[in-house]
Structures are given as structure tokens and as C-alpha cells.
């Protein structure tokens, strides 16, 4: 539809008085509510003007982070209609413009469902998504007994985004006056104007009560990554013992061309693994002089780094040395913390382990050491 001149509206100025708490704001897979109803909206049309419309109190908190998106932020009124004209007076649009009004607190609408309701607005005026109702449908006395079945073939629910010609909306603003409406469809219907309902996906639910958290969330599935690492250096004299970001005073260090801290390679190989960027020798190759001696925990900072551009965070580290030598147990505790706070993790989501070798091989021999590591990512 290029032909089609559309602005978006997005209404998030309730006070989630049902809800308990700012239900916008919990994160649906590293989203917020709302943001996912934004996103909804702009991928079919990602250049519309587009209007959030929030509470009062909250346009100066997040004016600034929406406007960085080119998204417009203005106050929301004491009712959702009001909502509703505050974000159109501030879309300024001509009378010919395709107005899509959509809740703030619908996180999932499929973008060929937008189109659909869209297309039906361009050609008639009005329009809105709606789905069929799938349950039998009971009036009820107010004793809480049932006084009818209400048949259900000609029912539908109401959801948005509705879609209305600029000038339609202008005119039934104008003749209704100071009156109440639900939604801006039932404003033009008790008008007389028709009103084209467009099926949509059953999954564009609002969310309103906290089960409906539950449900919407399995719309958008957790993602994880996961990736292992592992390293060894052999034990060298005359260099100090580095494990974890911890000093091992008095005890052998480990050969290497940084300060070797085997641990700390394998959690960053671990990292960079998970988010698909190769392995630490092709960051930091050991022909490099800027790297010697050079402290571990600049490797792993990078790799966050570079999972954190490619959209991911660290979720939780597990990490087993094996060594004859040194005793790690009476430093785990220490190793553990400095873990967790180079990874911006809790204590929790963090584990350090060792075991000997039982006298086999390289490291049962005590020749070095290894380290194996496991992270999770997620989405960011
Ligand atoms: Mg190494």
C-alpha cells in the first residue's frame, strides 16, 4: 500500500490498576511489553510517524530514550479516549491519513495482520481486528445463576490495532461530544458508520491480568546460547600463579605470553563460542607484543563486549580445573566472586570446581593444568 499515508498511535497511559504492577514494563524475552507493541506496529510500516501516548508523570522519564527511536512521547488524559485524542492532535495528520490506533499492552500482533486492517481503513474508512468466540457464551442473572446462552455466531472480540481515516475520526470526535466510548470502533458504529472487521491471529491478547504473562511469554521463547572453552598451560618456574583474576603467592605460575591464567581463557572461549566470534587466538594472537603479561580479564571483557554487540548477555558460568597443584580449595570462594564480578553475575549463576587427575597424564604428572568452562547467554 504506498499509496497509503499511515500514522500510529500507541496508548500506554492506563495505570495497570489490574494488573498489580507496570505490566509494560516485564520483560517478554529481554523486551519489555511495551516495547514489543511498539515493534509490532512499525515493522509493516517503519516509516509512520508514530505517537506514544503515557502518563502524565512519565513523559519526562522516557521521553528521551522513545525520541531516540523517532518516536514522539505525549501525555496521555483520565480516560482512553482521551488517550487516544492527545496522540492524534500531536500526529497533526491530514484528513486522508490511515490513523492506527493500537494498545500499548499488546505485545504480539503478526505484521500481516496490521496490513490487513490497514487496507480495510484505506478502503471503507474503519476497520478492526477482531477473532471469533470459541467458548459458549453464558448472560448471567446477577445471583451469579445463568439466565441465557447468548448465541455466538455473529460474536467476535475486539482487538487492536483499529484503523480509521483521519477525517472519519475528526467528525465522530465532533458529534459525540463529551460521551463515553469503549473504543474508537464503538464511537463511529453508535455513529452509524460502518466498521469492517478484519480476523486476526487469536494470539494478540492484551495483557491484563498476570496469567495472561504466562501465555504471552510462550510466544516469544526463551533463546539461549551456550559454548565451552578449554585451556591448559604447563606449569613454569620463576612466574607468578595466576587462576581466576587471583594471585597464588608462593606457588608455580604457568607459561604463557599473558599473565596465562588458564581459567580465564577457557570462560573466554566459552564466551566467544556462544556468540559465534571464533577463539581467543584469533583476538589476542600470542605474536602480538601488546599482550604479554598482559591480564586476563581483558580477554573476557572483550568477549562480553563482543557478545554484548551481537545482542547478548552473560546468564551463568560453570568452570572446572583440573590440577594436582595448587590446592584450589582454600581460594574457590575468592575465585568465585572475582569470577562473577568480571561477568556482571551473581554469586549464584556462577560455579568453580577442581578436581586432581589422579595422578594420570599431563596433569596428574604436574606438568600444568587445565580448565574447562561452560557459559550460557542470553538475549540482551
Ligand atoms: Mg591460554
Known amino acids: 500500500m504506498p499509496e497509503t499515508n499511515v500514522a500510529i498511535i500507541i496508548v500506554a497511559a492506563g495505570s495497570s490498576t489490574r494488573f498489580g504492577t507496570d505490566k509494560l514494563g516485564v520483560l517478554l524475552c529481554g523486551r519489555s511489553v511495551l516495547e514489543r507493541a511498539v515493534a509490532a506496529l512499525r515493522k509493516p510500516f517503519p516509516d509512520a510517524p508514530l505517537v506514544l501516548v503515557v502518563r502524565g508523570d512519565q513523559v519526562e522519564q522516557v521521553r528521551a ?39 500499548g499492552a499488546r505485545p504480539f ?63 465522530a470526535w465532533e458529534a459525540a461530544g463529551d460521551t463515553f466510548w469503549t473504543d474508537e470502533a464503538a464511537l463511529v458504529e453508535r455513529q452509524g458508520g460502518a466498521v469492517v472487521a478484519v480476523y486476526g ?18 510466544i516469544f521463547p526463551r533463546r539461549t546460547r551456550v559454548g565451552q572453552g578449554f585451556d591448559v598451560h604447563a606449569f613454569a618456574a620463576g612466574r607468578p600463579l595466576w587462576l ?78 583440573l590440577a594436582e597443584a595448587p590446592r584450589i580449595a582454600p581460594h574457590r570462594a575468592a575465585m568465585r566472586a572475582r569470577l562473577a564480578e568480571l561477568l556482571g553475575l551473581a554469586s549464584d549463576d556462577v560455579n568453580v570446581k577442581a578436581t586432581t587427575c589422579e595422578g594420570m597424564g599431563f596433569v596428574g604428572r604436574r606438568e600444568g593444568l587445565a580448565a574447562l568452562a561452560v557459559v550460557t547467554l542470553e538475549p540482551a
Open 65 to 103: 530514550r522513545w525520541e531516540e527511536l523517532a518516536i514522539r512521547v505525549t501525555a496521555g488524559g483520565e480516560r482512553r479516549q482521551d488517550s487516544v485524542r492527545n496522540g492524534f492532535a500531536a500526529l497533526d495528520a491530514a484528513d486522508d491519513t490511515i490513523v492506527v490506533i493500537h494498545d
Open 244 to 321: 581466576c583474576g587471583i594471585r597464588f603467592p608462593g606457588e608455580m605460575g604457568l607459561a604463557g605470553h599473558s599473565d596465562a591464567d588458564a581459567p580465564l581463557h577457557a570462560v573466554t572461549d566459552a564466551i566467544l563460542g556462544a556468540c559465534g566470534c571464533g577463539d581467543i587466538g584469533e583476538h589476542f594472537p600470542p605474536s602480538e607484543e601488546r599482550w604479554r603479561d598482559a591480564p586476563s580479564e581483558l580477554f573476557v571483557r572483550h568477549a562480553i563486549a563482543l557478545a554484548s554487540q551481537r545482542g547478548w548477555c552473560l546468564a551463568g558460568c560453570d568452570l572446572t580445573l
Open 109 to 171: 500482533v503478526p505484521p500481516d495482520d496490521v496490513m490487513r486492517v490497514v487496507a480495510a481503513a484505506a478502503e471503507g474508512g474503519a476497520a478492526l481486528l477482531v477473532t471469533p468466540v470459541v467458548d459458549t457464551v453464558k448472560r448471567l442473572r446477577p445471583d451469579g445463576t445463568v439466565e441465557t446462552t447468548v448465541p455466538r455466531d455473529r460474536l467476535a472480540r475486539a482487538l487492536t490495532p483499529q484503523a480509521f481515516r483521519a477525517g472519519l475520526l475528526r467528525s
Open 201 to 218: 491471529d487469536s494470539r494478540n491478547v492484551k495483557v491484563t491480568h498476570p496469567d495472561d504473562l504466562a501465555f504471552v511469554a510462550g
